[in-house]
């Protein structure tokens, strides 16, 4: 008696309470009467009902909701084209009604676990499908409704309301008019018609021109993939083992990434071409690239702006640029530590350090002059510091943290 239903549409929450109405309403699709589940998926989500009978849900093999493909998560129309299935159920009430019991005479010798009809005698996978399938539930297809009355400007609930405050979409947008039968059906779907051109643009993996190439970079492992786990998927379950002989499996946990090398250069080729965008690991989709020979590593190693996978990365903008070179030394150039004016005479980089701890200081005006006398005059020096100019922090002896005078040593 449980409904047929999708991962999205039961909600994250694992215990959910639902309300059953025996032959509550007419199914959508054959118009005939059936059992009616409804229930909330979650938190600030709105209540969702089951649309279509068991019969119906059966025969497409989909949800009784949503009626988006159970094991792919796509619209009919996508699965059946990437399956090459096509299914003319009929539409009219006398041969709908007699197609639909004969469908339910075959489920019922059945197991009631497999589709039935063209899509049971389909093959079991496909390259598009598997390309276009959704990995991980999507729950916010279960968000509320936009609030008709917040549009107008009318609205009076303010937070409480159950529904969406938001700007409604485009009404000329295709996706805003969809039906369910259309949908069933597998005709003038504009979901669909926008994954099958999405399919059409898609990227491809062309293999390297240099024959020695033979390895392939898996990455987008995450950190809750182990290396057990990983080698478990990659060997005993025939992901990569079946397309030919391994020779090393290398896998580098801190970058989330490994490295498969293959015998030959023919089954790296077909590997590619039946995991590029297909590798699916706990619901985490992984990127599968061409490996680069060691020539190429080495000779673009030095390259600037250039990743471990040799794709050209975009400057970041807002850093600084790069330093210039320093200048050519000379010799006979004396060394200019503190970029002062080369022009200034030597007698203003007589700077008079502060006597070491221990030793008074003498009175202003009989100690050595400290400045050149062209140098305009020195501000009065501060309370706790002694007379002089102090170029760094480590030389004032005042500072906190200094050695006291007894027992301590004053490096200039």
């Given at each position: 008696d449980f409904p047929i239903l999708c991962q999205t549409c039961l909600g994250e929450n694992p215990y959910i309470r639902m309300t059953k109405e025996k032959y509550g309403k007419e199914c959508k699709i054959c118009a005939r009467p059936f059992t009616v589940f409804r229930w909330c998926p979650g938190t600030r989500m709105r209540f969702k009902k089951t649309e279509v009978c068991q019969t119906?849900?059966?025969?497409?093999?989909?949800?009784?909701?949503?009626?988006?493909?159970?094991?792919?998560?796509?619209?009919?129309?996508?699965?059946?084209?990437?399956?090459?299935v096509k299914d003319e159920v009929p539409r009219s009430d006398v041969n709908k009604e007699y197609y639909t019991q004969n469908m339910e005479r075959e489920i019922a010798n059945s197991?009631?676990?497999r589709p039935v009809g063209q899509l049971g005698k389909a093959p079991s996978s496909s390259d598009m499908l598997l390309k276009l399938a959704r990995t991980t539930p999507y729950y916010k297809r279960n968000r509320p409704h936009i609030c008709s009355f917040w549009v107008k400007g009318e609205c009076k609930r303010g937070e409480e309301c159950p529904y969406r405050h938001e700007k409604p979409t485009d009404p000329e947008d295709p996706l805003a008019d969809q039906n369910i039968k259309d949908r069933y059906y597998g005709i003038n779907d504009p979901v669909a018609d926008k994954l099958l051109k999405r399919a059409s643009t898609?990227?491809?993996?062309?293999?390297?021109?240099?024959?020695?190439?033979?390895?392939?970079?898996?990455?987008?492992?995450?950190?809750?993939?182990?290396d057990g786990e990983l080698n478990r998927f990659l060997l005993n379950r025939s992901h990569f083992y079946q397309f030919g002989e391994i020779r090393t499996i290398t896998i580098v946990q801190r970058q989330q990434c490994a490295f498969i090398q293959f015998a030959t250069r023919q089954a790296a080729e077909m590997a590619?071409?039946?995991?590029?965008n297909k590798l699916i690991i706990n619901g985490r989709r992984l990127t599968v690239k061409w490996g680069r020979s060691q020539a190429a590593r080495g000779k673009d190693g030095g390259k600037e702006g250039v990743s471990e996978m040799g794709t050209r990365l975009d400057p970041i903008p807002g850093l600084p640029g790069a330093?210039?070179?320093?200048?050519?030394?000379?010799?006979?150039?004396?060394a200019n530590y503190f970029n002062l004016d080369p022009s200034s005479s030597p007698a203003i980089m007589n700077i008079g350090l502060p006597p070491p701890p221990g030793i008074n200081p003498p009175p202003p005006g009989y100690g050595p002059p400290m400045f050149h006398p062209m140098a305009p005059p020195v501000p009065p020096p501060m309370?706790?510091?002694?007379?002089?100019?102090?170029?760094?922090?480590?030389?004032?002896?005042?500072?906190?943290?200094?050695?006291?005078?007894?027992?301590?040593?004053?490096?200039?």
């Open positions: 119906c849900s059966k025969m497409k093999n989909v949800c009784q909701t949503c009626l988006l493909d159970l094991e792919y998560g796509l619209p009919i129309q996508v699965r059946d084209t990437g399956l090459s197991d009631g676990t898609m990227p491809r993996l062309d293999p390297p021109e240099d024959k020695s190439i033979s390895t392939l970079y898996i990455g987008g492992l995450g950190d809750t993939v182990t590619a071409e039946k995991s590029f330093l210039p070179p320093p200048p050519a030394l000379d010799e006979e150039a004396p309370t706790m510091r002694p007379p002089g100019t102090i170029h760094y922090p480590s030389q004032d002896p005042q500072r906190m943290g200094a050695h006291s005078a007894h027992g301590s040593r004053h490096t200039e």
